[in-house]
């Protein structure tokens, strides 16, 4: 299985907050970059790892920390919000409508959500926390 769909992660040093793993939505904000973290957001790209650590191995501060990005494009993995219990492959995925997981996605497109891509995995259930696959 391949991670990522052939775009080139770039470098981002001008990050608001640590991301704490990869696959989260992250959208651009004139402070620096932060996760998405309402419906409304609209996410420029997601996380290829956890944002960077310092020498103590901790993730480093807002300001300091470093973070790879990758486009919204062509198959990609994001990380999901809530449990999806019998998912089809091409169902919609949308920014999260939970705020305690910003940088999610989930099925639920209530309250405005902005659309991201389609599933396209198998039809097992999925738990909350997992990485799927999105087309974009």
């Known amino acids: 299985m391949v991670q990522y769909s ?54 480093e501060a ?13 198959l990609v993995y994001l990380k999901v919000a809530n449990a999806i219990s019998a998912p089809k492959f091409g169902l919609s995925i949308y920014t ?8 999610t996605c989930d099925d639920d497109s209530s309250n405005s959500a902005v659309f991201i891509g389609y599933y396209c995995g198998d039809e097992s259930a999925i738990s909350a926390g997992d990485m799927i696959p999105v087309w974009c």
Not at 96 to 103: E, K, P, V
Request: no cysteine; hydrophobic share 35%; net charge negative.
């Open 62 to 74: 807002a300001g300091t920390g470093t973070a790879s990005i990758l486009p919204l494009d062509g």
């Open 6 to 59: 052939g775009n080139d992660p770039r470098h981002a040093v001008d990050i608001q907050e640590t991301f704490a793993s990869k696959g989260l939505l992250v959208k651009y904000d004139a402070s620096g970059l932060l996760m998405t973290a309402s419906v409304t957001d609209t996410p420029i790209g997601y996380t290829a790892a956890e944002s960077s650590r310092g020498e103590d191995q901790a993730l």
């Open 96 to 103: 999260s409508q939970t705020a305690s997981d910003n940088g």
